[in-house]
């Protein structure tokens, strides 16, 4: 069983701050990497995928991902309260299958 | 973009019922997955398929069983409905190194 940990917050943010999210995960021979956001009462959707040590960015959102220390996180410039929602990490491993692994999820707040 | 569609939104049902949930994807994935997810527990996979007639245990199968007679639709069934089985069910399916598309869910209650 992979571990995948995340603080589970809540964590808030004013309004226009960064909000940083991180993922810790266990496997070291994990590929892919993403992250998924879910409003209170809905499905996750994708917002990010990363697949190489560095940062990508699109938009207000910045994934790193650090191999070596087996972290990956996301950074959302400017938060507006509609980034208010729980931030889910999941992580897929090499080889076996297609299989995701998630986190618990971080609870984000965006104060106005 | 990809559709995932799920039969129900809400779905309550007695205690030792034959409950089936139904998702439904409209791009050719191979891949179908059936989740549940608690408070605090998070994402749980229960089961998942790679193709038409295949299908493979995840974390948590105990109490269910899956159907995939055609690609596009993968059915997930409680045998018996029991109380610990009230929760949120998501089914998902992708392609290749792509994240999951998740369909709206099911939230199911059994009394």
């Known amino acids: 069983q992979k571990e995948v940990e995340q603080n589970s917050g809540p964590l808030s943010v004013p309004e226009g701050a960064i909000a940083s999210l991180n993922c810790t995960y266990s496997?070291?021979?994990?590929?892919?990497f993403f992250w998924y956001r879910q409003y209170s009462g809905k499905s996750p959707e994708l917002i990010m995928s990363?697949?190489?040590?560095g940062d990508k960015e699109d938009g207000r959102f910045t994934a790193q991902l650090n191999k070596a220390s087996q972290y990956v996180s996301l950074l959302i410039r400017d938060s507006q309260p509609s980034d208010s929602a729980t931030y889910l990490c999941?992580?897929?491993?090499?080889?076996?299958?297609?299989?995701?692994?998630f986190g618990t999820g971080t609870s984000l707040t965006v104060i106005p | 973009d990809v559709k995932v569609t799920q039969s129900s939104r809400y779905l309550v049902k007695r205690t030792g019922e034959k409950v089936f949930l139904e998702c439904v994807q409209d791009m050719d994935h191979e891949n179908m997955f059936w989740y549940r997810q608690d408070p605090g527990l998070g994402l749980r996979l229960i089961y998942f398929?790679?193709?038409?007639?295949?299908?493979e245990k995840g974390d948590i199968p105990e109490g269910y069983s899956v159907s995939r007679e055609k690609k596009e639709r993968f059915s997930l069934i409680l045998e018996s409905a029991s109380t610990n089985q009230t929760s949120m069910y998501l089914c998902?399916?992708?392609?290749?190194?792509?994240?999951?598309?998740f369909g709206s869910g099911t939230r199911l209650t059994v009394v």
């Open positions: 398929s790679y193709d038409v007639k295949m299908k």
């Open positions: 496997d070291r021979v994990s590929q892919s």
């Open positions: 999941a992580v897929k491993e090499v080889g076996t299958g297609n299989q995701f692994y």
């Open positions: 990363i697949y190489s040590n």
């Open positions: 998902a399916s992708r392609v290749s190194n792509y994240g999951y598309t």
